[in-house]
């Protein structure tokens, strides 16, 4: 699965060459596509009914993405709120991972807040930090 993977993307969006900090063109996304449609059958082949390599393919694929450093988590969020029938099984997709999207969401704004409150205990002056160690 990782080899596949990494065959796909070398030949388009991670192409010598190409800015992987912009979206890929239209074109580009068809040729992933197109290549991943052409490996269907084999990919069908060794993972249809096969519910211990398709675990096998997913961590694959986690680690494949986790040494590329993606997707960062502004991503998944933003993936989330795209409402588009572009994506067949988006939906379904959505409704499983719905738990876990929201509590990445609520972890995110937790973080902010315990940097708010760093930043606010920063700006009391310095005779308030010895008030709270009473």
């Known amino acids: 699965m990782t080899v596949l993977v990494k065959y796909i993307t070398q030949e388009t969006?991670?192409?010598?060459?190409?800015?992987?900090?912009?979206?890929?063109?239209?074109?580009?996304?068809?040729?992933?596509?197109?290549?991943l449609e052409k490996f269907k059958l084999v990919l069908q082949a060794f993972l249809h009914e096969k519910t211990d390599l398709q675990v096998t393919a997913v961590y694959s694929l986690q680690v494949y993405c986790y040494t590329l450093h993606f997707p960062k988590e502004e991503a998944f969020l933003k993936w989330k709120e795209d409402i588009s029938d572009d994506y067949p099984g988006k939906g379904k997709a959505l409704f499983q991972v719905n738990q876990w999207l929201t509590w990445l969401a609520e972890a995110e704004s937790e973080e902010e807040?315990?940097?708010?409150?760093?930043?606010?205990?920063?700006?009391?002056?310095?005779?308030?930090?010895?008030?709270?160690?009473r």
Do not use: C, M, N, R
């Not at 991670?14 to 040729?31: N, R």
């Not at 205990?121 to 930090?129: D, I, K, N, R, S």
């Open 13 to 35: 969006t991670l192409i010598e060459g190409y800015d992987q900090t912009t979206v890929p063109d239209k074109a580009l996304q068809e040729k992933e596509k197109t290549l």
């Open 113 to 133: 807040e315990e940097e708010a409150a760093l930043v606010k205990t920063h700006e009391a002056p310095l005779w308030q930090h010895f008030e709270t160690l």
